[in-house]
């Protein structure tokens, strides 16, 4: 039978400092080439002319440089529009 060890407040101070505030400041940003098309893309078809579009970045601290891996959209809904459920 398995027995589960509880790790004690002391081991998990490293991953709590990441979660909550940085040590350092972050000092340089990273976006992947296809992170920046799929914005691109996203203000093509949602954005017209200087309308705003929304979404979330997806990525990570490393050292004092934020990596950007990933992003998501958030469609845009009209009143007019039949299929959208609050």
Request: negative net charge.
């Amino acid at each position: 039978m398995a027995t589960r060890k509880e790790s004690s407040p002391a081991s998990s101070a490293p991953m709590a400092s990441t979660a909550g505030t940085l040590d350092s400041p972050v000092k340089q940003i990273q976006i992947d080439g296809l992170v920046v098309l799929k914005i691109i893309k996203h203000y093509q078809e949602e954005g017209q002319g200087s309308e705003v579009v929304q979404g979330v970045l997806l990525g990570l601290v490393v050292d004092d440089r934020l990596e950007i891996t990933n992003c998501f959209p958030f469609p845009q809904h009209t009143e007019d529009d039949a299929d959208f459920d609050e």
